[in-house]
């Protein structure tokens, strides 16, 4: 039990992963004290955010990365998107997108978690008004009207109670802060499980990825900086379990079997690792003196790499509303705008992403027929492209300052 004097702050975000290392990087140096909690250290095999995974961060990311200082960090080791290549598997639609032919240098950035990791986490070490808990969990949650109480547990047993005017969730899909704020989350299983790993090719990736769909869930092919490729496989759990007990030849040869031969010939496979896919939704992202942020609001499946893009807008949201407010950072007022600024890009992204999943999985007759052939137009009608190349802004409503290009303080 904690006894010393609680630890008084402004912001206490909690979960150090990607998105909730991204708002504390956005707010470092902002005047305002703040405590970042994070219960698994950088570095360590079961840190759950800086895994073995890559992500795919479209140009809206890129700009924000950019604004806190970390993308020098993550570029030399970014390999760009240049091209995408979106086909059904047994199908004859398929559909190619250039950005060249679009205006844009690229579609995004492949890059992998543990190095977007040590850019963010660097850069928090050297932040002087940050105080760090890590490795500690958040834990015993008391929301009242004009403060959120917390117990920081640490790994060495050693607890500490902490007050604060704002808690932040970013403790990921099973948000312990979003349960103890009474917020229902809504969870769908997709029942598809995503097998990633990395594979070479005999031929160079040029810097296309390849989104297939399959009758058992999208198959992702990703351009990675050292010439190979991030593959994220979406298959039935049953089959997903048997794909993870293959051998390298065996897993390689049933991967050119679905994928077929439009990267070439898969030579080398590095250890595969699994994710049950499910969209876990909750039922609003503010509460007493609470934001839900990434997947502690949503976490959605894999395809189209949405999830950490829309988080990362999250943040920059929420960073722009706290470093430009003038007084409580947990007024009522503050949390709604948050809400209402964020709504339109978050339905929409999770509606994209849900709706494309379920699209490609319909096998009513007719159906497969009439999506090949949406493919096709696609292909020919560019203004669907033009659309599709600026999704990376979001899906609507405001734009952060930061995914613009703008310092996150007003002037
Ligand atoms: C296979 C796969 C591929 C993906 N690819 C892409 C992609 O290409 N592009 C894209 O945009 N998105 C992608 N995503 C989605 C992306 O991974 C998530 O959106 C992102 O991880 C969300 O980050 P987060 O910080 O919100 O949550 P998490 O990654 O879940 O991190 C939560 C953090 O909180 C910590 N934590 C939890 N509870 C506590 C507590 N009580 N106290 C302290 N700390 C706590 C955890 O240790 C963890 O570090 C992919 C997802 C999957 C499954």
């Known amino acids: 039990m904690a006894t010393a ?7 206490a975000v909690v979960g150090g992963g990607m998105v909730g290392a991204s708002l504390a990087a956005a707010l470092a140096g902002s005047g305002r004290s703040l405590l970042l909690v994070e219960s698994v250290p950088l570095g360590a095999a079961a840190q759950p955010s800086f895994d073995e995974r890559t992500t795919a961060l479209g140009n809206a990311s890129r700009r924000i990365f950019e604004g806190l200082g970390v993308w020098g960090d993550i570029a030399p080791e970014a390999a760009a998107i240049r091209a995408i290549h979106v086909s059904e598997a047994g199908r004859f639609g398929f559909a190619r997108l250039e950005a060249a032919a679009q205006g844009i240098d690229a579609f995004g950035y492949v890059a992998a978690n543990r190095r977007i ?24 949650i008391d929301i009242a009207a004009g403060r959120v109480r917390f117990t920081v547990l640490g790994a060495d047993g050693a607890a500490a109670t902490v007050s604060a005017r704002l808690v932040v969730a970013a403790d990921g899909a099973h948000s312990q802060i979003r349960a103890a704020a009474g917020i229902a989350a809504d969870v769908e299983d997709y029942d598809q499980v995503a097998v990633v790993a990395s594979v070479a090719a005999d031929r160079p990736h040029q810097e296309c990825a390849f989104e297939r769909f399959t009758a058992e869930g999208p198959l992702a092919v990703l351009p990675l900086y050292d010439g190979n490729f991030a593959v994220i496989w979406a298959c039935r759990p049953a089959h ?24 070439g010939r898969f030579v080398r496979a590095s250890r595969r690792g699994s994710y049950p896919l499910q969209l876990t939704r909750a039922s609003t992202t503010v509460g007493a ?13 894999p395809v189209a790499g949405q999830g950490f893009n829309l988080g990362l807008r999250d943040a920059a949201m929420l960073a722009e509303l706290i470093v430009n407010a003038a007084g409580d950072v947990g007024a009522p007022d503050l949390l709604a705008t948050f809400s209402a600024w964020r709504a339109r890009d978050r339905a929409g992204v999770v509606r994209f992403t849900d709706g494309l999943v379920k699209l490609f999985a319909d096998r009513r ?20 492209k033009s659309a599709l190349a600026r999704v990376s802004l979001g899906f609507g409503g405001p734009a952060p300052r930061l995914a613009r290009g703008l310092p996150v303080r007003h002037v």
Not at 5 to 11: G, Q, S
Not at 365 to 384: H, K, Q, S
């Open 365 to 384: 007759p007719g159906v497969p027929l009439l999506r090949n052939l949406g493919l096709l137009m696609f292909d020919l009608a560019p203004p669907a």
């Open 5 to 11: 004097a609680p630890l008084e702050v402004d912001v």
């Open 289 to 301: 003196r609470t934001v839900l942020i990434g997947n502690a609001a949503q976490a959605l499946h």
């Open 240 to 263: 997903a379990r048997e794909v993870l007990a293959l051998d390298d030849v065996a897993y390689l040869a049933r991967l050119q079997q679905q994928f077929g031969w439009r990267a």
């Open 117 to 140: 990791g040590a850019a963010l986490w660097r850069r928090l070490a050297a932040a002087p008004d940050l105080k760090l808990r890590v490795p500690a969990r958040a834990q015993d």
